[in-house]
């Protein structure tokens, strides 16, 4: 990399630690550290949303899903809006009105104290593994892209977020986040206007949405039903809105944000603004993909595009079969090449005889060209049997250093790092609010001084900061692991979501009622997971949220009719 590309990477990144730092030099008290005072206006409170949910992976895998399997994942958001109303008119205000640091404390005064603990080591569960995981995902794909060690990359990530977040509490996570998001944004923008410019003359952006279209990359909505299928619109329209439900309503990563708000009012739009904004980013987001993906009809892409793989083939007896393969692979390209330029010239001319048999030569082609990469990924698997041969995550990324300007790579990488701190930022933050409210300060040490939890809560943080680094340096050898925690939101969100709505909206439901619900529901939900991943019981864990949700509702209403329990 360019040495200007590192002064703007590291100057970029480094910038916005200090400023985060700088900015909360003068925090003293907990409420400070945790809630900020509640001084926040609405567009920083929006932005800090949206950076809590946007990880690194999220600007890695992508554009490499658009690439692969077009604009399909963008249903997994069109709930986010209902979610999102849905929480400013019930959730938020209940929030206000009681003055809660997190979540849970409304769970005590609702049902009981078993209630609120159970709730929150939910949380700590999830989100202390996510938090290993936003420093551990994208450092594979960035030490490999760099060629750094795995354990110097998830350092540079993990020590930038620690120290900022633990001088400066909730208020640097959400100064920081609002700098972050602007990084972004400008690097979306900045790379799908370059990738247009590099395609080749007489294909210009009409041409390549058309081309998009015609391959089959803008296929955005899915009707089919199918429970397996994670991104359809009934998944995107039912599912997701549960597990968003949840995730910002009960989640205190994104409670926290809203909580910081100067008002009611601006923590509701602050909500809002994030779902009007989400969808179109992540829209843009995957249409850098396709733009990559028809970038790469012109222009030779690799047969597999982790190199580092491709790497530990040299020198082997699987070298010279894939020298075969990317032979096959070029003149696979170079007849593609000819057909794309066939279905250029076709669509100019309003020829649709001949837009259709160009289309149906480079489908065909295509089709070989997926198996070319296959047969690649089979070498490095020989070669390599633990190797992770799944490459969609490195096409962005491979673009980027391959094509992209002096200074725009320095720039995207730190959009890149940014995404990771934003959100290992604010895990870090709710884990440390959580572990000292709900868990330390309501049960272990009472009544004590504002600077003692203070103290104490900056160093939950380091705690959680050093866990999470544990994590992330030894992630790879906990490849079952790493699995779980993708889908561990939706194994633990939907009981959470029950017991807030329970408390919300059946106000004749007790605490023992909700607690034995929701213990019950936790494992039916751990017993699905496993007949899912055994192939017995075929049901994508988006699913896992409203049928999570609704157990417990049904359950505690149940329960509650018993006769024993009506008296509790």
């Given at each position: 990399?360019n040495?200007?590309?590192?002064?703007?990477?590291l100057?970029?990144?480094?910038?916005?630690?200090?400023?985060?730092?700088?900015?909360?030099?003068?925090?003293?008290?907990?409420?400070?550290?945790l809630?900020?005072?509640?001084q926040?206006?609405?567009?920083?409170?929006?932005?800090?949303?949206?950076?809590t949910?946007?990880?690194?992976?999220?600007?890695?895998?992508?554009?490499?899903q658009?690439?692969?399997d077009?604009?399909?994942?963008?249903?997994?958001?069109?709930?986010?809006?209902?979610?999102?109303?849905?929480?400013?008119?019930?959730?938020?205000?209940?929030?206000?009105?009681?003055?809660?640091?997190?979540p849970?404390?409304?769970?005590?005064?609702?049902?009981?104290?078993?209630?609120?603990?159970?709730?929150?080591?939910?949380?700590?569960?999830?989100r202390?593994?996510?938090?290993?995981l936003?420093?551990?995902?994208?450092?594979?794909?960035?030490?490999?892209?760099?060629?750094?060690?795995?354990?110097?990359?998830?350092?540079?990530?993990?020590?930038?977020?620690?120290?900022?977040?633990l001088?400066?509490?909730?208020?640097?996570?959400s100064?920081?986040?609002?700098?972050?998001?602007?990084?972004?944004?400008?690097?979306?923008?900045?790379a799908?206007g370059?990738?247009?410019?590099?395609?080749?003359?007489?294909?210009?952006?009409?041409?390549?949405?058309?081309?998009?279209?015609?391959?089959?990359?803008?296929n955005?909505?899915?009707?089919?039903?199918?429970?397996?299928?994670?991104?359809?619109?009934?998944?995107?329209?039912?599912?997701?809105?549960?597990?968003?439900?949840?995730?910002?309503?009960?989640?205190?990563?994104?409670?926290?944000?809203?909580?910081?708000?100067k008002?009611?009012?601006?923590?509701?739009?602050?909500?809002?603004?994030?779902?009007l904004?989400?969808?179109?980013?992540?829209?843009?987001?995957?249409?850098?993909g396709?733009?990559?993906?028809?970038?790469?009809?012109?222009?030779?892409?690799?047969?597999?595009?982790?190199?580092?793989?491709?790497?530990?083939?040299?020198?082997?007896?699987?070298?010279?079969p894939?020298?075969?393969?990317?032979?096959?692979?070029?003149?696979?390209?170079?007849?593609?090449?000819?057909?794309?330029?066939?279905?250029?010239?076709?669509?100019?001319?309003?020829?649709?005889?001949a837009?259709?048999?160009?289309?149906?030569?480079v489908?065909?082609?295509?089709?070989?060209?997926?198996?070319?990469?296959?047969?690649?990924?089979?070498?490095?698997?020989?070669?390599?049997?633990?190797?992770?041969?799944k490459?969609?995550?490195?096409?962005?990324?491979s673009?980027?250093?391959?094509?992209?300007?002096?200074?725009?790579?320095?720039?995207?990488?730190?959009?890149?790092?940014?995404?990771?701190m934003?959100?290992?930022?604010?895990?870090?933050?709710?884990?440390?609010?959580?572990?000292?409210?709900?868990?330390?300060?309501?049960?272990?040490?009472?009544?004590?001084?504002?600077?003692?939890?203070?103290?104490?809560s900056?160093?939950?943080?380091?705690?959680?900061?050093?866990?999470?680094?544990?994590?992330?340096?030894?992630?790879?050898?906990?490849?079952?692991?790493?699995?779980?925690?993708?889908?561990?939101g939706?194994?633990?969100?939907?009981?959470?979501?029950?017991?807030?709505?329970?408390?919300?909206?059946?106000?004749?439901?007790?605490?023992?009622?909700?607690?034995?619900?929701?213990?019950?529901?936790?494992?039916?939900?751990?017993?699905?997971?496993?007949?899912?991943?055994?192939?017995?019981?075929?049901?994508?864990?988006?699913?896992?949220?409203?049928?999570?949700?609704?157990?417990?509702?049904?359950?505690?209403?149940?329960?509650q009719?018993?006769?024993?329990?009506?008296?509790?």
């Amino acid at each position: 990399m360019n040495a200007i590309d590192w002064i703007v990477m590291l100057g970029t990144l480094l910038g916005i630690a200090a400023y985060g730092i700088y900015k909360t030099r003068n925090v003293r008290s907990v409420k400070s550290y945790l809630l900020g005072d509640r001084q926040l206006p609405w567009w920083t409170i929006g932005l800090s949303i949206m950076a809590t949910q946007a990880s690194a992976i999220t600007f890695l895998s992508t554009p490499g899903q658009a690439y692969e399997d077009g604009m399909r994942f963008l249903q997994f958001y069109l709930g986010l809006p209902i979610a999102m109303v849905i929480l400013a008119i019930f959730v938020i205000p209940m929030y206000y009105r009681l003055n809660v640091f997190t979540p849970y404390e409304y769970l005590e005064n609702r049902f009981d104290l078993k209630t609120r603990i159970f709730t929150a080591i939910l949380f700590l569960v999830q989100r202390g593994l996510a938090a290993g995981l936003t420093i551990y995902a994208p450092s594979i794909v960035l030490s490999s892209i760099l060629g750094w060690s795995l354990n110097l990359t998830i350092l540079f990530i993990g020590v930038i977020v620690i120290i900022y977040t633990l001088t400066g509490g909730t208020t640097a996570v959400s100064m920081t986040q609002k700098q972050q998001m602007i990084v972004i944004l400008s690097g979306l923008f900045l790379a799908a206007g370059i990738i247009i410019t590099k395609l080749p003359k007489g294909v210009g952006f009409g041409e390549a949405v058309n081309l998009a279209g015609n391959l089959g990359k803008l296929n955005t909505i899915t009707f089919d039903f199918n429970l397996k299928d994670r991104y359809n619109i009934w998944s995107g329209m039912i599912a997701s809105v549960f597990l968003f439900l949840s995730y910002f309503g009960t989640d205190h990563s994104q409670v926290s944000r809203y909580l910081s708000g100067k008002s009611l009012t601006e923590s509701r739009l602050g909500l809002m603004f994030n779902g009007l904004l989400k969808i179109p980013m992540q829209f843009i987001v995957l249409f850098v993909g396709i733009l990559v993906f028809v970038f790469y009809q012109f222009n030779q892409p690799p047969v597999h595009f982790n190199e580092s793989n491709v790497a530990k083939l040299r020198g082997t007896a699987y070298e010279a079969p894939y020298e075969v393969l990317k032979l096959e692979h070029q003149a696979v390209f170079e007849q593609k090449e000819a057909a794309m330029a066939r279905m250029v010239a076709a669509s100019k001319n309003d020829n649709r005889s001949a837009m259709e048999a160009a289309r149906e030569e480079v489908k065909v082609l295509q089709e070989k060209d997926a198996a070319l990469r296959k047969f690649a990924k089979i070498q490095v698997m020989r070669e390599s049997p633990a190797a992770k041969t799944k490459d969609t995550d490195y096409v962005f990324l491979s673009f980027v250093m391959k094509y992209m300007p002096v200074g725009v790579v320095g720039f995207l990488l730190a959009m890149i790092f940014a995404a990771g701190m934003s959100s290992t930022s604010s895990e870090l933050n709710a884990l440390t609010s959580v572990m000292a409210i709900d868990i330390y300060k309501r049960n272990w040490v009472k009544g004590k001084s504002d600077i003692h939890y203070l103290r104490t809560s900056k160093l939950f943080t380091l705690m959680w900061g050093l866990l999470a680094l544990l994590f992330a340096a030894t992630a790879n050898l906990f490849d079952n692991l790493i699995q779980m925690v993708n889908i561990l939101g939706s194994l633990f969100y939907g009981t959470i979501l029950g017991v807030f709505l329970t408390a919300f909206f059946l106000p004749k439901v007790k605490g023992n009622a909700a607690f034995i619900a929701a213990a019950i529901t936790q494992v039916i939900i751990i017993v699905l997971f496993i007949l899912e991943r055994k192939d017995i019981l075929p049901i994508s864990f988006l699913w896992y949220n409203p049928v999570g949700c609704l157990l417990v509702m049904g359950m505690a209403t149940v329960f509650q009719a018993l006769p024993r329990a009506k008296a509790r």
